[in-house]
DNA sequence: CATGAGCGA
């Protein structure tokens, strides 16, 4: 055995066999020539190999540059080599021009934090600012107590006389002292209005047709329930669970249909649906306590 | 397994 034959042995790779072959015997070829890319963008390379019958044949490939967008490319790398060196690579031999290295900096990524938590320590005096501020803002209409609670909290809520607030009786069709014009009068306060039809009930969030989904993946959002579930009709919320301690999903949400049909459409096809490697529930909602 | 947040002068 020569030592030639032991070096191929050792250097023989499956994957690069028909490139070591015309590896060896490429010293007998021309060398391998590029020309252009021409004003047209045309590239030709012309290189020389042996076939399988070891004849020597000539490869001729002809591409075309994508002009315009290497163009641009080259301005945009051009003007990155005039920015200052940053991080790690700042400390290095600026004569080493061809400079790439792995970064060994820890850069914080800022993780998804329940909301009402502070970002950064030092904004804590801001935070107690604004939380002075509005609680000066914050007058009871009933007790006229300021910065302790809203007139929806108010102790007194159920038993307090009426306020000069205009609540449940409305202004008659009456000239205004002031200004000598009639006081506007919404058309459902008119004497004569269809109370039952629009008015109070109108203006109620519609918390109808909710639907409750269970067994959600942790990183299901709201567009996704969105995405999900608008397909049967028109959704007017769709809402996740988000644990308040963690900023993480609790794995439930709600959805809301205009329609009840529509819910129930998503019902029946979405229960025991597999999302997310997950089967999802799909159900009718109790409505929340606190509406 | 599991039933929602925040508004507001």
Known sequence: MTIDSNQKTSKFRWGEMDEDENDDLGFLLPPKQVIGPDENGLKTVIEYKFNDQGNKVKITTKSRVRKLASARLNKRAVERRSWPKF??????????HHLT???????ALERPRPPGTKAEESKGDSLSQLNNQSAVLMVCRICKKKGDHWTSKCPYKDLAEPTDVFVDKPPTRETSASSGKPAYVPPSMRQGADKSASGSDMRRRNDENSVRVTNLS????????????HPFGAVTRAYVAIDQKTGVSRGFGFVNFVSREDAQRAINKLNGYGYDNL???VEWATPRPTQ
Do not use: W
């Open 218 to 229: 942790e990183d299901t959002r709201e567009p996704d329930l969105m995405e999900l579930f």
């Open 279 to 281: 089967i999802l529930r």
């Open 101 to 107: 290295m792995v970064s060994t900096e820890e850069i």
């Open 87 to 96: 991080g790690d690579a700042a400390n290095e031999d600026a004569s080493n």
